[in-house]
């Protein structure tokens, strides 16, 4: 057994601090990147931002929603392979990764799409990347697909973010446990601090010139903007946009001034039961389920919520002076507090 005594810091655990900057408004920056695939030598520009393959997250709604932003989506890995194809048809896809597991029936429906309609940006996850099977995975997927976008993960330390990078992902998602319906640190103990977890992983990736994705744990504006401070080239979300139109989630309705409103709406994590139960006919004996079902309040079109992560990102950019999103990272100081919001008004 061994000890790690360095601190290891979650977003909660630090702030941004300000930055003397000659810059005037938040009009003034721009939250756009450009990245080159190392795999590839395919470029990709847009605002670095993935929804989760989760099945009220990652649907198509939402892939036409954010295309508008230059944002992203991990589509779910239930939509079945000809709505899938009707839909990577589409001009407005482009935005969209094929999401799959490593099973050969997830692999065999991956090449039945990509007959009928190419697959540009594939993502590759499974709840443990540190599996020979799963870097076996990538390879062969990078293989099969050499023009292909590969994201793979998920993993929170340099020697695999390497270790998949030279396997043949573009790009590496990080993050084991931070989750909002994530129960792995409860039912495992296993994980690690998400932020340093972005912080190790982006420097290690940055090396061989791969890309990282900060994936869960992701609260609120500012942490979008301390996971693009400490690194992470791109982000993915779940339960930030959950409860929107997009989400093709079950909304609860309550009777207001005898008039029928949408208040709540489900979310649950892929592995857990409400998962399970719905696409692989209940919680395997061999494993305990590793998410929760939950209620968020409904908030209509994701668009507002677009609007809300964008402008806090723009603004954090003003106060360190970043004019580029790309800057962000260099112009970064986080500093470690114990506690970072007045909580009087709840
Ligand atoms: P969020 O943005 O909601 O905090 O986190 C979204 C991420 O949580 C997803 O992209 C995925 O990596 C992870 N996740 C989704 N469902 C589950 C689950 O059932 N169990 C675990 N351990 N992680 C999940």
Not at 187 to 215: F, N, R, W
Not at 270 to 276: C, G, H, Q, R
């Amino acid at each position: 057994m061994r000890i790690e005594n360095d601190p290891k810091l979650d977003f909660r655990d630090v702030l941004i601090r300000p930055k003397r900057s000659t810059l005037g408004s938040r009009s003034e920056v721009d939250v756009h990147r450009s990245f080159h695939f190392a795999h590839t030598g395919r470029e990709w520009s847009g605002f670095p931002l993935i929804a989760a393959n989760m099945d009220v997250v990652g649907t198509m709604a939402m892939a036409r929603a954010l295309l508008k932003h230059g944002a992203m989506v991990a589509l779910h890995k239930h939509y079945s392979a000809d709505e899938l194809i009707a839909f990577f048809k589409e001009p407005g896809s482009a935005n969209a990764f094929y999401s799959l597991g490593t099973t050969d029936s997830d692999h065999d429906k991956l090449k039945a799409v990509h007959a009928k309609a190419p697959i540009d940006k594939i993502c590759l996850d499974v709840a443990n990347g540190y599996t020979e099977k799963f870097v076996d995975t990538v390879k062969a997927t990078r293989d099969a697909f050499p023009n292909a976008a590969i994201m793979a993960g998920n993993v929170v330390t340099g020697d695999m973010t390497e270790a998949l990078i030279l396997a043949g992902a573009d790009i590496v998602k990080v993050g084991i446990g931070p989750g909002s319906v994530c129960t792995t640190r409860k039912m495992t103990g296993v994980g690690y601090p998400q932020l340093s977890a972005i912080i190790e992983c982006s420097d290690a990736a940055h090396g061989l010139k791969g890309l990282v994705c900060g994936d869960g744990g992701l609260t609120v504006p500012g942490d979008v903007a301390k996971a693009y401070g400490g690194g992470s080239d791109f982000v993915m979300m779940g339960g930030m946009l959950a409860g929107h139109d997009e989400c093709e989630g079950e909304i609860r309705y309550e009777e207001r001034d005898g008039e029928k409103m949408p208040v709540a709406m489900v979310f649950y994590g892929m592995s857990s039961d409400t998962a399970m139960n719905k696409y692989s006919g209940g919680v395997a004996k061999y494993r305990a389920s590793e998410g929760k079902t939950v209620e968020v309040p409904y908030r209509g079109p994701v668009e507002g919520t677009m609007q809300e992560i964008m402008g806090g990102v723009r603004s954090a950019m003003t106060y360190i002076g970043a004019v580029r999103l790309k800057e962000m990272s260099k112009r970064t100081t986080f500093i470690m507090v114990g506690a970072q919001l007045n909580t009087v008004f709840g």
